[in-house]
T-cell receptor, first 110, second 113 residues
Framework: KQEVTQIPAALSVPEGENLVLNCSFT??????LQWFRQDPGKGLTSLLL?????REQTSGRLNASLDKSSGRSTLYIAASQPGDSATYLC?????????FGTGTRLKVLA | DAGVIQSPRHEVTEMGQEVTLRCKPI?????LFWYRQTMMRGLELLIY????????DSGMPEDRFSAKMPNASFSTLKIQPSEPRDSAVYFC???????????FGPGTRLTVL
């Protein structure tokens, strides 16, 4: 049974810092992995989708990497800003569905 | 496209009442998902439709929950009778076209008193 774990559960950093969020999964037979952002009281927004054949994807200040063999993905946020404050979730596809991690709650202090 | 539309955005009801949540997926998407999010359990898939047909409803917690998708542009999730432990945010998501990305609606925050 696929399990997805995210650490840390919460993170507070000063503005401008580079930071790394971690996601690990137990079954490496995945065909993609997604990172989502969730703002308080809002739905989820897809940030990056990494196909299993890729090792990383970049979008602006965000870079996500995928290492299937070790069952890990990281989301790197460069030069963090207060507007980056949100919960970040990773998700891997299971049979017919996505399996989500519990998320990392990020707060970037001005 | 307006994205995935859910209604109502907030629902407060009393225990025992029937609750109906609504979702309009993105036009052209052929997969629809209902999720529930709580602090204790995180985000859980309740049911998944493909081409309007329920494919996996193993996440539906009990018989009080039912979901329908009468056509490609509308789905409902019904809870009858509702209980306080059903209080959560319910998300609808759709997927289709040329991407593997699920697009989420804004959610319905349900409070059962």
């Amino acid at each position: 049974k696929q399990e997805v774990t995210q650490i840390p559960a919460a993170l507070s950093v000063p503005e401008g810092e580079n930071l790394v969020l971690n996601c690990s999964f137990t079954d490496s037979a995945i065909y993609n992995l997604q990172w989502f952002r969730q703002d308080p009281g809002k739905g989820l927004t897809s940030l990056l989708l990494i196909q299993s054949s890729q090792r990383e994807q970049t979008s602006g200040r965000l870079n996500a990497s995928l290492d299937k063999s070790s069952g890990r993905s990281t989301l790197y946020i460069a030069a963090s800003q207060p507007g980056d404050s949100a919960t970040y979730l990773c998700a891997v596809p299971g049979t017919y569905k996505y399996i989500f991690g519990t998320g990392t709650r990020l707060k970037v202090l001005a | 496209d307006a994205g995935v539309i859910q209604s109502p955005r907030h629902e407060v009801t009393e225990m025992g009442q029937e609750v109906t949540l609504r979702c309009k997926p993105i036009s052209g998407h052929n997969s629809l998902f209902w999720y529930r999010q709580t602090m204790m359990r995180g985000l859980e898939l309740l049911i998944y439709f493909n081409n309007n047909v329920p494919i996996d409803d193993s996440g539906m917690p009990e018989d009080r929950f039912s979901a329908k998708m009468p056509n490609a542009s509308f789905s409902t999730l019904k809870i009858q009778p509702s209980e306080p432990r059903d209080s959560a945010v319910y998300f609808c998501a759709s997927e289709g076209g040329r991407t593997d990305t699920q697009y989420f609606g804004p959610g319905t925050r349900l409070t059962v008193l």
